[in-house]
């Protein structure tokens, strides 16, 4: 089945470092790729998408490839901020009837100042 | 522009209790439906879709229940609570169509069975 495999957590990182989460997925077809940010206590936000392969997704700073070769699609931000703390999901999205989208188990990242 | 709305916030029920959680969606026409829980540092777990007024699919088979009574709402609810249902409950929608658009959540109803 598809899956979404994100790498573990926590992320603890000093402000102005460079963040780099791991991302890769296995889907049968050609899914949408997103990532999305959860803050404490709240629901997700959509940070950043990718459609097709080769595309960039960008948003405040963050970037996420969209590599098909290496079925990945990894986060970076060059440097990362306190307000950048909460936990970050990657998510595949393949049609079928209703959008069904299939979320990794999240990581948290922490940024200390 | 489209708005998604939830309530209530935060909810303490004793077990064996009865739930009721409303979504509502603001600015679009015919969305799907989601409702998700996510428990305590885990990940998203897809509990019912709907794609239209009266169509409900769940994904997980368990002793929570949803209805879609009109085009825009969709409500979670339960007969009888368990402990395990403690969590936090998302309401999402998308577009309908195609898989590239994103799903857009409300803020969520925290949970707790005692």
């Known amino acids: 089945g598809d899956s979404v495999t994100q790498m573990e957590g926590p992320v603890t990182l000093s402000e102005e470092a460079f963040l780099t989460i791991n991302c890769t997925y296995t889907?049968?077809?050609?899914?949408?790729l997103f990532w999305y940010v959860q803050y404490p206590g709240e629901g997700l936000q959509l940070l950043l998408k990718?459609?097709?392969?080769?595309d960039k997704g960008s948003n405040k700073g963050f970037e996420a490839t969209y590599r098909k070769e290496t079925t990945s699609f990894h986060l970076e931000k060059g440097s990362v901020q306190v307000s950048d703390s909460a936990v970050y999901f990657c998510?595949?999205?393949?049609?079928?009837?209703?959008?069904?989208?299939?979320f990794g188990t999240g990581t948290k990242l922490q940024v200390i100042p | 522009s489209q708005t998604i709305h939830q309530w209530p916030a935060t909810l303490v029920q004793p077990v064996g209790s009865p739930l009721s959680l409303e979504c509502t969606v603001e600015?679009?026409?015919?969305?799907?439906l989601y409702w998700y829980r996510q428990a305590a540092g885990r990940g998203l777990q897809l509990l019912f879709y709907?794609?239209?007024?009266?169509?409900i699919s769940s994904e997980v088979p368990q002793n929570l229940s949803a209805s879609r009574p009109q085009d825009r709402q969709f409500i979670l609810s339960s007969k009888k609570l368990l402990l395990s249902d403690s969590g936090f409950y998302l309401c999402?929608?998308?577009?309908?169509?195609?898989?590239?658009?994103?799903?857009?959540f409300g803020d969520g109803t925290r949970l707790s069975i005692l």
């Open positions: 990718a459609t097709k392969a080769d």
């Open positions: 600015g679009t026409s015919n969305p799907n």
């Open positions: 889907a049968t077809g050609y899914p949408s």
């Open positions: 999402a929608w998308s577009a309908g169509g195609a898989s590239n658009q994103p799903q857009h």
């Open positions: 709907s794609v239209g007024i009266g169509q």
């Open positions: 998510a595949l999205s393949l049609s079928g009837g209703y959008q069904k989208v299939t």
